[in-house]
């Protein structure tokens, strides 16, 4: 296998983009300045809006759920949107409110789980904090906070402690054997007030000024390629991060778009999306109303612009695992570095129609890009995306996409080299496409 420089470097930006995103909210901040550097410009939901023609916005809201969009050059009712979904979030481990506490001879601690992470993954890693704190003043001032340095730890109980450990699994209760290993206890500081002079530190404020905080925890091992040819990489959140970048790669190299082009990417996936902004709120349909309102557009209009729009919602795929053959449909094994997958579920947990696949084979072809088929075993449960939500609330056709993933939902999850360049073209291929024949 081959990787060709360019495949190679935009991998490179991905793992720069993960790395410096240890958080939704520093995934939303990172993206931002990146489309600052590009010439987006910042729009706020406070103010009025005053779209420029092919001019190129953003706008994140809550700081961890972002939209950029680009205005086409074609009239809005005629061309529509086109919009790429994907999210900020990743499944893992959050701070509880009242976190530190004494556990004989040490300071701890208290997590909760935040969607569904594979918890032994966790075990023995090096771990730290990052987030966002409120700070008193009026009205109160939220900032982003990153240790970066190893923090934390959660260590495995010793295999003489736990010897069916290798045949049964690693079960750890959510309670009891979460909590993060802090520190050794002191007599002079109690584990809330160091914790947040810790803080305080990290921020250089003073202790008291903390108000409230929101901090995630993640791994400090930084992504990597591996593989004979480094054909692969691996690294922390690469669901949904990487449809995140390819999905920014792409509306940023889109400089002729008759649609208007769309990203939209959402926090709170992994535990529902129904937030004011998730995918189930009004947050995209918020935007997309006051971008046509912007151009002029009257309601009616509008609904003849979302008629002729199209919707990719992008999340990663499960690819084949041969030790694992049990969990996959035979029929429908997706391969990394076999090509961008579309995703089909006769239930819905996906979206799609016969058009939709259509078209988005077509992109492929005329980017060059191989393509495959996922639908998930008839009697396991399916997961789902942000694609049904954001289909239904707007009536918007939608199609479910998204490149190979091992080890899903891991702390440190594997995916290709050449899936993430090739997903970028077709999603250039997407956003330049003229017209889409909607009457199908």
């Known amino acids: 296998m081959v990787i060709?420089?360019?495949?190679?470097?935009?991998?490179?930006?991905?793992?720069?983009?993960?790395?410096?995103?240890?958080?939704?909210?520093?995934?939303?901040?990172?993206?931002g300045e990146w489309l600052e550097t590009e010439g987006f410009h910042r729009l706020d939901e406070a103010d009025p809006w005053r779209l420029e023609p092919e001019g190129r916005y953003y706008l994140v809201r809550d700081d961890s759920s972002l939209v950029a969009f680009s205005v086409g050059q074609a009239p809005l009712e005629q061309a529509g949107f086109r919009i790429v979904g994907a999210h900020t979030d990743s499944p893992g481990l959050r701070l509880k409110p009242n976190a530190p506490h004494a556990a004989d001879p040490l300071m701890r601690l208290?997590?909760?789980?935040?969607?569904?992470?594979?918890?032994?993954?966790?075990?023995?890693?090096?771990?730290?904090?990052a987030g966002r704190v409120a700070l008193r003043c009026e009205p109160p001032a939220v900032c982003l906070v990153d240790f970066e340095t190893p923090l934390l730890r959660l260590p495995?109980?010793?295999?003489?402690?736990?010897?069916?450990?290798?045949?049964?699994?690693l079960r750890l209760d959510k309670q009891k054997e979460l909590p993060l290993l802090l520190a050794a206890l002191r007599e002079d500081l109690p584990p809330s007030r160091y914790f947040r002079r810790l803080l305080a530190e990290r921020l250089d404020c003073d202790p008291e000024a903390i108000l409230s905080w929101e901090l995630n925890v993640y791994d400090?091992?930084?992504?990597?390629?591996?593989?004979?040819a480094q054909e692969f990489v691996a690294s922390a959140r690469l669901d949904n991060l990487a449809s995140c970048h390819a999905a920014v790669s792409a509306l940023i190299a889109t400089e002729e778009n008759d649609a208007t082009c769309v990203c939209a990417l959402f926090d709170h996936e992994e535990v529902g999306s129904e937030s004011f902004k998730g995918a189930a709120g009004a947050l995209l349909q918020d935007c997309l109303v006051r971008i046509g309102a912007a151009l002029g557009l009257d309601v009616p209009a509008r609904h003849r612009a979302l008629a002729a729009s199209l919707l990719l919602s992008a999340d990663m795929a499960h690819a084949y695992h041969p030790n694992f053959p049990w969990g996959y449909d035979e029929h429908h094994k997706v391969t990394v570095n076999g090509g961008p997958v579309i995703k089909t579920n006769?239930?819905?947990?996906?979206?799609?129609?016969?058009?939709a696949e259509a078209l988005f084979i077509g992109w492929c072809e005329e980017a060059g890009v191989p393509w495959q088929r996922y639908v998930h075993r008839s009697d396991l449960p399916c997961g789902s995306t942000i694609g049904?939500?954001?289909?239904?609330?707007l009536g918007l056709r939608s199609l479910d996409i998204g490149n190979p993933l091992w080890a899903m939902h891991s702390v440190r999850e594997s995916a290709g080299?050449?899936?993430?360049a090739w997903l970028t073209a077709v999603l250039e291929r997407f956003f330049a496409c003229p017209r889409l024949p909607v009457g199908a």
């Open 156 to 169: 495995n109980l010793a295999i003489h402690m736990n010897r069916k450990v290798n045949e049964e699994g």
């Open 110 to 129: 208290g997590v909760e789980v935040y969607g569904s992470p594979i918890l032994a993954t966790w075990t023995d890693r090096d771990l730290s904090l």
């Open 346 to 355: 006769a239930n819905l947990r996906y979206t799609g129609d016969v058009f």
């Open 388 to 393: 049904p939500l954001v289909s239904a609330r």
């Open 4 to 31: 060709e420089p360019p495949q190679r470097r935009q991998a490179e930006r991905l793992l720069r983009f993960v790395d410096a995103a240890p958080s939704p909210w520093h995934a939303a901040a990172t993206l």
């Open 220 to 228: 400090t091992q930084k992504g990597s390629f591996w593989g004979p």
């Open 417 to 420: 080299v050449l899936d993430h």
